[in-house]
């Protein structure tokens, strides 16, 4: 995958994310306000949620389990944009970005917000491993200069 190619999926990952994110907001809101009545516990310490069951419940159970549905294709859609710049950086000699990717990427997957910084750093800063030749870096893709003239 080229950085290009990784970049525009990692985008449409987070996008996809974020609005699965909000759809699943919206129906836990709607449910909240409008599929059902909230009545006192019976402990006496705050208050019970009694939905009715009827059928704009149910629509708002289904927003829930489709916004679930689209924030998990947004969060498989990042892990194969990962895996695609830690494909890419591979291709280089100096291994320090594969490196960050892959401790990044692990570590997010405990703390998101690692790995999100992570891709973000490389999305911003990182190398294009595809650009240049299998087993080059930027450095050696330079050409020599020799130091006696030739014929």
Same mark, same amino acid.
């Given at each position: ?13 987070? @996008? /996809?994310? $974020?609005?699965?994110?909000? @759809? ?9 306000? %409008? ?9 006496? !310490?705050? %208050? !019970?949620?009694?939905?009715? =069951?009827?059928?704009? %419940? ?11 549905? &689209? $924030? ?6 990042? =892990? &194969?944009?990962? @895996? ?15 490196? @960050?990717?892959?401790? /990044? ?6 703390? $998101? ?8 750093? %490389?999305?911003? $800063? ?26």
């Amino acid at each position: 995958m080229t950085k290009t190619a990784v970049t525009r999926t990692w985008l449409g990952g987070v @996008i /996809g994310l $974020a609005a699965g994110l909000v @759809i699943v907001g919206l129906g836990v809101g709607l449910m909240l306000a %409008y599929g059902g009545h909230f009545t006192a516990a019976p402990g006496g !310490d705050g %208050y !019970d949620f009694v939905p009715n =069951l009827d059928g704009f %419940y149910w629509s708002t159970i289904g927003f829930m389990v489709l916004g679930g549905l &689209v $924030a998990l294709g947004g969060g498989i859609v990042q =892990l &194969v944009a990962w @895996i695609g710049a830690m494909t890419n950086t591979n291709h280089l000699v100096d291994k320090t970005w594969f490196t @960050i990717l892959l401790v /990044g990427g692990v570590v997010g997957l405990i703390f $998101a917000p690692i790995g999100f910084a992570t891709m973000v750093a %490389y999305v911003v $800063a990182g190398p294009d491993g595809m650009a240049m030749p299998h087993g080059q870096s930027a450095s050696a893709a330079a050409p020599s200069r020799t130091l006696v003239p030739t014929a």
